[in-house]
Nanobody
């Protein structure tokens, strides 16, 4: 069982930055694929980025490539999402998720989810 708690969301102007964190409980964090998803009002929950257990292999949705960076610290049981050059269309609730396999873009492969953190980007 893994419990995930996100933090770091907030209100920022377009062009600004935020750093999301996701703290995980449990001793097996280092074995999980970790992902970030976002959900805007009236829309499906969508894939943003994922990182393999080794901290090396990553995947990003095309719209955030070059602006967002996913990372993890297995010693701290924490993953991060550095969000730069934010745009109003990035506004959403961002969710941290954990999976036992590497199928990064399918939300159905993630067994554990955090409660979400709101990111709002003003124009």
């Amino acid at each position: 069982q893994v419990q995930l708690v996100e933090s770091g969301g907030g209100l920022v102007q377009a062009g600004g930055s935020l750093r999301l964190s996701c703290a995980a409980s449990g001793r097996t964090f280092s074995t999980y694929t970790m992902g970030w998803f976002c959900q805007a009002p009236g829309k499906e929950r969508e894939f943003v980025a994922a990182i393999m257990w080794n901290g090396v292999t990553t995947d990003y949705v095309e719209s955030v490539k070059g602006r967002f960076t996913i990372s993890r610290d297995n010693n701290k049981n924490t993953q991060y999402l550095q969000m730069d050059s934010l745009k109003p269309e990035d506004t959403a609730v961002y969710y941290c998720a954990a999976s036992n396999i590497w199928s990064p873009r399918s939300r159905y492969q993630y067994a554990y989810w955090g409660q979400g953190t709101q990111v709002t980007v003003s124009s």
